[in-house]
């Protein structure tokens, strides 16, 4: 038994270098041979092998979030990523970005009904038979290119298409465009593998497309968090570049980016339009907010 399990720890080993290998194209070896290695640590100590998920007793339901989930969204943060925020912080983003502040909440029953209109109304209590268990935060920017990175000084990693986009751009005008940004994604430890962070990043691409009209979308990532790195690999992104040093404690920073195709039913000239529309209600339903996005009795 040791043996096949040996042999299958190993293919799995060869499957996800060689999709690391793709993903982050001519990146340093050496950052690929050390993340396949924990890959390979994983698969041979079982630890990123599927496991019976803990019952829940209850659905999950992704919605938008609103000033009384910020107490929920800030446990969901500290108890699932090394890089905290303050409440003025998501305050902010949730006045500036809502269309781009989502949560997934644990429903224990099915009385709740989500309330749009209180979503900026700092009631003294939050709901008693629901708590937040995943989150993503998101925002625009406007750049010149795809290829700026926010928040620091990027290392870039160019390709021969952008090297042959470079070569276009000294030819013609450069119109600004509409980038997003993921802030920051979390899932409580006991609600992963269902999926969750997928159908946030999945809404909010969407959001970003119908609200803003984003051709666009990049986020930073630790070079050591495979499980992460893998997740948005799938979603289709790519690493573009390197930003040493840029956590806290020193580790250095991937940068990806995804082209954003999805075409936007919305006039994206007028913001204001934009926020009043809420393509989330009006829009298609597989789109549409609130929505139960897992359910054990499914």
């Not at 900026?120 to 925002?139: K, T």
């Not at 997740?231 to 690493?239: F, I, K, S, T």
């Amino acid at each position: 038994f040791t043996r096949k399990f040996y042999n299958f720890a190993k293919c799995i080993y060869s499957n996800e270098q060689v999709a690391l290998e793709k993903m982050t194209k001519n990146l340093s070896l050496n950052r690929l041979r050390s993340s396949a290695s924990i890959m390979l640590d994983k698969c041979v100590n079982g630890i990123g092998l599927k496991r019976p998920l803990k019952p829940i007793n209850g659905r999950i339901q992704m919605r938008l979030a609103k000033l009384t989930d910020i107490p929920s969204i800030d446990r969901c943060n500290l108890a699932s990523l090394p890089e905290n925020y303050s409440p003025q912080f998501y305050e902010n983003q949730l006045h500036q970005w809502p269309e781009l502040t989502i949560v997934a909440e644990h429903i224990h029953g099915d009385s709740f009904q989500e309330d749009d209109t209180k979503r900026f109304v700092d009631c003294p209590q939050e709901q008693p038979n629901s708590n937040i268990v995943a989150y993503v935060l998101g925002r625009v920017e406007q750049r010149q290119t795809a290829t700026e990175y926010p928040l620091g000084k990027c290392v870039p990693v160019p390709s021969e298409a952008d090297l042959a986009e470079e070569v276009v751009q000294q030819e013609s005008p450069i119109s600004p465009e509409k980038i997003g940004f993921v802030m920051s994604i979390a899932v409580m430890g006991d609600y992963r593998e269902r999926g969750l962070a997928k159908n946030l990043m999945n809404q909010l691409h969407w959001h970003l497309t119908q609200c803003h009209g984003s051709t666009g979308i990049g986020l930073y990532v630790r070079t050591s968090n495979v499980d992460a790195l893998y997740l948005y690999q799938r979603a289709g992104y790519e690493v573009v570049g390197v930003l040493p040093r840029y956590y806290g404690d020193g580790e250095d920073a991937y940068f990806m980016k995804k082209h954003l195709s999805e075409k936007s039913t919305v006039n994206n000239n007028n913001l204001g339009t934009l926020q009043q529309s809420h393509p989330w209600q009006s829009g298609p339903l597989p789109w549409r907010l609130p929505r139960t996005i897992y359910n054990e009795k499914l």
